[in-house]
């Protein structure tokens, strides 16, 4: 796919100064940042896209190259313009860069570029699963539901903070950056290296006097209570992802998300094909020869049904629309059919009477299939192997 202009990219003219660029980057790393759209593909790649687009133009020679010769100008120049694309951990690194330390908010990533940009940690609670038994009715017509969960909650004693009495001291071994450096000598000289503080484990703060119920976590084992929207439509095994219902992030982190995996409880009649619902229809013999009229069972209770005069077993009749919504895309909520599949019940025991019944009837030419019949009947068993 050919790349867009990176001014373009950005929203900014061409005669954009090098503050506007920035700042035009800044609006839309925070819009499309993938902790703010987790798992929408296209945010992440329009956020991909800003930053090749702002790694190019905040140079000044490469933007000029850029301006000269368009994309191919400022390949193999190093860095990712044009050529091959950036990933993740550079563009997390370049973030470092232009929000520096202070761009919490809800952004926990932890550790930005080598020696640039460090940003504090923020703890992401633990994520929750939860197995949901649905049945057939509330398949098709979706349904609400409150779980009471236990899960980590922010502690009330010391409102997630993790101290008894409210105070948060800098960290003395690492003064409050949250990382360390270590010089080493190394064959290639002098070595610099960056790790998290082993003593405050990242955060540049440490507690003295730990909250007594928590322990310093910020959080506790407790309960809370979820209601979940279940749309129309859902089947076995999808995966309906909540985000920030999970448990509480230590020291007022983010939350953790909570999984809802669909158990689909199997219907007494009814069987499910794809969004289609199939119904085995039962019939005596001269129920399928004389023709009648019966009920069958669908979602929403039961439905009449015509039987023509000589119904054949194995004939297939449709009711449009009573089957199971689709649950998304572009055809989302069209529904799908009862299928209504019939065999005829043969008897396996008669009286006296029936027997001599039959026998008669046996000789009977109406009881043979006439050529026709035969071939239509065989074509339609020859179908099922095709
Ligand atoms: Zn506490
Ligand atoms: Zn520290």
Same mark, same amino acid.
């Given at each position: 796919m050919a790349k867009r202009d990176y001014y373009e990219v950005l929203g900014v003219a061409k005669t954009a100064s090098d503050d506007e660029i920035k700042r035009a980057y800044k609006k839309m790393a925070i819009k499309?940042?993938?902790?703010?759209?987790p798992g929408d593909k296209e945010?992440?790649?329009?956020?991909?896209?800003?930053?090749?687009?702002?790694?190019?133009?905040?140079?000044?020679?490469?933007?000029?190259?850029?301006?000269?010769?368009?994309?191919?100008?400022?390949?193999?120049?190093?860095?990712?313009?044009?050529?091959?694309?950036?990933?993740?951990?550079?563009?997390f690194s370049?973030?470092?860069?232009?929000?520096?330390?202070?761009?919490?908010?809800?952004?926990?990533?932890?550790?930005g570029g080598q020696g640039q940009g460090y940003r504090k940690p923020k703890f992401k609670g633990k994520d929750q699963r939860l197995r949901v038994e649905l049945d057939l009715n509330e398949i098709v017509n979706g349904t609400t539901k409150k779980?009471?969960?236990?899960?980590?909650?922010?502690?009330?004693?010391?409102?997630?903070?993790?101290?008894?009495?409210g105070k948060v001291d800098t960290c003395p071994t690492c003064h409050g950056t949250g990382y360390v450096v270590r010089t080493q000598q190394s064959i290639f000289g002098m070595m610099q290296s960056q790790s998290a503080c082993p003593e405050c484990h990242g955060e540049g703060t440490v507690i003295k006097n730990k909250?007594?119920?928590?322990?310093?976590?910020?959080?506790?084992?407790?309960?809370?209570?979820?209601?979940? /929207?279940?749309p129309a439509g859902l089947s076995e095994g999808m995966v309906l992802t909540l985000e920030g219902k999970g448990g509480a992030g230590r020291h007022n982190g983010v939350n953790g998300d909570l999984q809802i995996i669909i158990k689909e409880k199997p219907h007494e009649e009814l069987l499910r094909d794809g969004n289609d619902l199939v119904y085995n229809l039962l019939l005596s013999v001269p129920m399928a020869t004389l023709g009648c009229t019966v009920e069958v069972p669908t979602v929403d209770g039961k439905?009449?049904? /015509?039987?023509?005069?000589?119904?054949?077993?194995?004939?297939?009749?449709?009711?449009?629309?009573?089957?199971?919504?689709?649950?998304?895309?572009?055809?989302?909520?069209?529904?799908?059919?009862?299928?209504i599949n019939i065999s005829v019940y043969i008897p396996e025991t008669l009286s006296k009477d029936e027997k001599e019944?039959?026998?008669?009837?046996?000789?009977?030419? /109406?009881?043979?299939?006439?050529?026709?019949?035969?071939?239509?009947?065989?074509?339609?068993?020859?179908?099922?192997?095709?």
């Open positions: 499309y940042h993938p902790d703010r759209n945010a992440e790649d329009k956020f991909k896209e800003a930053a090749e687009a702002y790694d190019v133009l905040r140079d000044p020679e490469k933007r000029q190259r850029y301006d000269q010769f368009g994309p191919e100008g400022v390949n193999g120049m190093g860095g990712f313009g044009g050529g091959q694309s950036m990933n993740m951990d550079d563009i370049m973030f470092g860069d232009i929000f520096g330390g202070g761009f919490g908010g809800g952004f926990g990533r932890g550790f779980f009471k969960l236990k899960n980590d909650v922010t502690c009330s004693h010391c409102h997630g903070s993790g101290s008894e009495d909250c007594h119920e928590c322990h310093g976590e910020g959080i506790k084992q407790g309960e809370s209570i979820v209601e979940v /929207n279940f439905a009449k049904i /015509n039987i023509e005069p000589g119904t054949q077993p194995g004939t297939v009749l449709r009711m449009k629309g009573k089957g199971v919504p689709e649950v998304q895309g572009y055809n989302r909520g069209q529904k799908g059919d009862e299928v019944a039959m026998k008669k009837m046996d000789r009977s030419e /109406n009881f043979i299939p006439a050529e026709s019949v035969r071939s239509k009947i065989f074509s339609k068993f020859r179908s099922y192997f095709e």
